[in-house]
C-alpha cells in the first residue's frame, strides 16, 4: 500500500519538471545527512532483507553485485564497529547510488501477482 502511494507522488513529482527541480537539491541534502553513504552503503543496501520478496530478489543477483553487496555492508558493520566513518575518498556520491537491486525486486512482484491471477483463475 505505502510503497503505490510512494510510486504515484513520485510520478506526480517527476512529471512537473519545476516542482522536481526545487525538490531534487532538499532530497539531495537530505540523503547526505542519513549517513549511509559515509560508511559506503548504497541506499538499497539498507532493504529489510527479512522480506520474502526481497530474499528472492537477492537470490537473483548476479554473483558480482551480490559480492560488492556483502563487501558494503561488513565494511559498514565494522565502520560501525569502531565508531569510525570511512575517508572522504571512500563514500558514495549520489552519482553511484544507482538503484541494483530494484529490477529484481520489481521481477518477483510481477511474478507474485501473476501466481495470484492463475490461482484466482475459475475453471468454467
Not at 530474499?55 to 560501525?80: G, T, V
Not at 495470484?116 to 475453471?123: L, P, T
Request: proline content about 6%; overall charge positive; hydrophobic content about 35%.
Amino acid at each position: 500500500m505505502t510503497s503505490k502511494i510512494v510510486d504515484r507522488c513520485a510520478k506526480y513529482i517527476f512529471a512537473r519538471p519545476r516542482l522536481f527541480n526545487f525538490l531534487k537539491p532538499i532530497a539531495a541534502k537530505y540523503s547526505d545527512l542519513k549517513g549511509y553513504r559515509k560508511l559506503g552503503l548504497l541506499y538499497e543496501d539498507l532493504y529489510r532483507e527479512e522480506s520474502p520478496t526481497v530474499q528472492l530478489a537477492l537470490k537473483r543477483l548476479p554473483p558480482k553485485l551480490a559480492y560488492d553487496r556483502a563487501f558494503r555492508i561488513r565494511r559498514a558493520l565494522q565502520c560501525s564497529m569502531t565508531h569510525t566513518i570511512l575517508p572522504k575518498e571512500e563514500w558514495i556520491t549520489s552519482d553511484e547510488d544507482v538503484p541494483y537491486l530494484s529490477p529484481y525486486i520489481e521481477e518477483v512482484e510481477k511474478e507474485q501477482e501473476e501466481r495470484k491471477m492463475f490461482d484466482a483463475m475459475v475453471r468454467k
